[in-house]
């Protein structure tokens, strides 16, 4: 049986995981889940029921970052770098971690757009959503999950922009983090962005243009003033995305 790559389809760190094994052609088994739903099902395989999860076997490997390292050395014209490596853990915090807070922030009080983005099939924007049983559990769960608080919204927000600025200097300098050649930093930045930069090569893309986003949400994105790296990740998944299963 083929290891089995279990994600929720908006999931920006099951992306990244994704990725990974695509560009490296590992050959696996995609297994979305819905949020809210997948608590009681991977609670039968792990502890702390986040994703992604590659399953092999008994072997159980959780987390991005892990996932990526099974497969680095096949993934990248070289392998990856401590410093490469550094880089990828503080874009999770920054970025990664901190869209959940700010993105959550925005949708939690609208349950047709949480409806949507939480459908396993690709939903169409004309179709009537399907708001998920136990809604006002999934927010609450999902606000300490995330920790949505005014003051941890704020502080995710600056963290993002500061660093989203940072990326998009470095990048102004030169196509790859690295210099040479597509790498780990390219990759997590570009994953962790996907749903800003909506990339026709994004699989999660569907989901996000079924949706209406409320207002604020865009005055937010166009006040971090992150267009051009996100056109430098529209460019990595134009040439580099090319496995998606
Ligand atoms: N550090 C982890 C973060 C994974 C994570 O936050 N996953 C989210 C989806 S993007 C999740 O599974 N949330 C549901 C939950 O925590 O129950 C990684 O790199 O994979």
């Known amino acids: 049986m083929k290891p089995v790559l279990y994600t929720f389809p908006i999931s920006h760190f099951s992306e990244k995981a994704r990725w990974g094994l695509d560009i490296a052609t590992y050959d696996y088994e995609l297994h979305p889940l819905v949020p809210g739903q997948h608590v009681t099902f991977l609670k039968q395989i792990v502890p702390d029921t986040y994703v992604p999860i590659l399953k092999d076997g008994d072997t159980i490997i959780q987390g991005s970052g892990v996932i990526l390292d099974l497969v680095d050395s096949k993934a990248f014209a070289s392998p990856s770098t401590t410093e490469e490596k550094e880089w990828?853990?503080?874009?999770?915090?920054?970025?990664?971690?901190?869209?959940?807070?700010?993105?959550?922030s925005f949708i939690l009080d609208y349950p047709t757009i949480v409806g949507k983005l939480f459908q396993a099939d690709p939903p169409k924007k004309e179709e009537q959503t399907i708001i998920p049983e136990h809604y006002d559990l999934i927010a609450m769960v999902s606000r300490r999950r995330y920790k949505i608080t005014p003051k941890n919204v704020e502080a995710a927000k600056e963290s993002f922009a500061g660093l989203a600025k940072e990326m998009q200097s470095r990048y102004a300098k030169s196509k790859f983090f690295n210099g040479t050649s597509f790498g780990r930093v390219d990759l997590t930045i570009a994953?962790?962005?996907?749903?800003?930069?909506?990339?026709?090569?994004?699989?999660?893309?569907p989901w996000f243009r079924a949706v209406e986003m409320p207002e604020s949400f865009h005055a937010w994105q166009d006040s971090v003033g992150m267009k051009p790296l996100l056109d430098r990740v529209r460019e990595f998944y134009k040439e580099f995305r090319n496995h998606s299963k």
Not at 191 to 205: C, D, H, K, V
């Open 191 to 205: 994953s962790l962005t996907s749903a800003f930069a909506l990339a026709e090569e994004y699989p999660g893309t």
């Open 88 to 104: 990828e853990s503080r874009i999770d915090h920054e970025i990664g971690k901190n869209l959940q807070t700010i993105l959550y």
